[in-house]
């Protein structure tokens, strides 16, 4: 259920990183998903490596679609189902306890579990409903970036 395609991007300077990019998304966000993508790859300045979607199980299919038609043969994208990140059980006391605030809330649960499993040392994590419409350039210079754990935390210039 991924798509997953030959890299061709702009080239970059070797001193920035290359970074890998995580958007969790709900199906909300399918109209604007292909969009947000592409302001990703048009306004940052490093190169990016791996697009990472986490969605529920219900969407992964018209994601797959949409982003095919776009994409084919231009970006490395994986899409997992959120259930990787976020057990049903845990899904289901947050929507009891949390109610019409549970869909932020298990985002914000699964960025953190995708942070702990993924091995990558840069992932930028975008919300779904951010768009970048100026260059950016995320860095990891220690004046730049603080460090928390070993991971860093994006700054940008």
């Given at each position: 259920n991924?798509?997953?395609?030959?890299?061709?991007?702009h080239?970059?300077s070797?001193?920035?990183p290359?970074?890998?990019?995580?958007?969790?998304?709900?199906?909300?966000?399918?109209?604007?998903?292909?969009?947000?993508i592409?302001?990703?790859?048009?306004?940052?300045?490093?190169?990016?490596?791996?697009?990472?979607?986490?969605?529920?199980?219900?969407?992964?299919?018209d994601i797959?679609?949409?982003?095919?038609?776009?994409?084919?043969?231009t970006?490395?994208?994986?899409?997992?189902d959120?259930?990787?990140?976020?057990?049903p059980?845990?899904e289901?006391?947050?929507?009891e306890?949390?109610?019409?605030?549970?869909?932020?809330?298990?985002a914000?649960?699964?960025?953190?579990?995708?942070?702990?499993l993924h091995?990558?040392?840069?992932?930028?994590?975008?919300?779904?409903?951010?768009?970048?419409?100026?260059?950016?350039?995320?860095?990891?210079?220690a004046?730049?970036?603080?460090l928390?754990?070993?991971?860093?935390i994006?700054?940008?210039?």
């Amino acid at each position: 259920n991924s798509i997953k395609e030959n890299v061709k991007f702009h080239s970059n300077s070797s001193s920035k990183p290359h970074i890998n990019i995580l958007i969790c998304v709900a199906r909300k966000d399918l109209e604007l998903l292909e969009m947000q993508i592409q302001s990703l790859i048009q306004f940052s300045n490093n190169k990016i490596n791996e697009i990472y979607i986490v969605a529920p199980k219900s969407i992964i299919r018209d994601i797959n679609f949409k982003l095919n038609k776009v994409f084919f043969n231009t970006l490395n994208i994986y899409i997992h189902d959120e259930e990787k990140y976020l057990e049903p059980e845990a899904e289901k006391i947050i929507i009891e306890y949390y109610g019409s605030r549970s869909g932020w809330i298990k985002a914000e649960l699964i960025k953190l579990e995708f942070l702990r499993l993924h091995k990558s040392k840069y992932v930028l994590v975008v919300d779904a409903d951010t768009f970048f419409v100026s260059k950016r350039t995320w860095s990891y210079h220690a004046a730049d970036a603080c460090l928390q754990n070993g991971k860093t935390i994006w700054v940008f210039q």
